[in-house]
C-alpha cells in the first residue's frame, strides 16, 4: 500500500523558511514523477513544483527563484524548499506521486494517484 507521509510545516513571518518532507513508502520511489501541491482556503489546489526520477524539475511561476524540490532515494523522502516565504504561500501543502513524466503530469492535481494528509504552512505579514 502507498503510503506519503508530509511534515514540516508551521507557522511564520515573512521572509521566513521553511524545509518540508515528504516520507515515501509502498512501492519503488524513483519509479514515479513526484510533486508538491498547495491549496488554500477557498481556492483551487494547484502545483506548486514537480521532479522526475532523473531530476528534471519544474515550478510554478509564483514560486520560482523561491522554492526548490529535491529527492532523496535512499531515504524515500521528497523535500521542498521554501525561502523568502510571502504570506499568499499561505496553504495546506501535499505531497503525492503520478505515473509519467513530469512534463506530461506536472502541474495538474488529476495526474496524480497518491496524496499525502498535507502539512499547513502559514505566513503572516
Known amino acids: 500500500q502507498v503510503q506519503l507521509v508530509e511534515s514540516g510545516g508551521g507557522s511564520l513571518q515573512a521572509g521566513g523558511s521553511l524545509r518540508l518532507s515528504c516520507v515515501v513508502s509502498?512501492?519503488?520511489?524513483?519509479?514515479?514523477?513526484m510533486g508538491w501541491f498547495r491549496q488554500a482556503s477557498g481556492k483551487e489546489r494547484e502545483g506548486v513544483a514537480g521532479?522526475?526520477?532523473?531530476?528534471?524539475?519544474r515550478y510554478a511561476d509564483s514560486v520560482k527563484g523561491r522554492f526548490t524540490i529535491s529527492m532523496d532515494i535512499a531515504k524515500n523522502t521528497l523535500y521542498l524548499q521554501m525561502d523568502s516565504l510571502k504570506p499568499e504561500d499561505t496553504a495546506m501543502y501535499y505531497c503525492?506521486?503520478?505515473?509519467?513524466?513530469?512534463?506530461?503530469?506536472?502541474?495538474?492535481?488529476?495526474?496524480?494517484?497518491?496524496w499525502g494528509q498535507g502539512t499547513q504552512v502559514t505566513v503572516s505579514s
Open positions: 509502498g512501492y519503488l520511489f524513483s519509479s514515479y514523477c
Open positions: 503525492a506521486a503520478g505515473r509519467g513524466r513530469v512534463d506530461w503530469v506536472f502541474p495538474d492535481p488529476s495526474n496524480y494517484g497518491s
Open positions: 521532479i522526475d526520477s532523473d531530476g528534471t524539475k
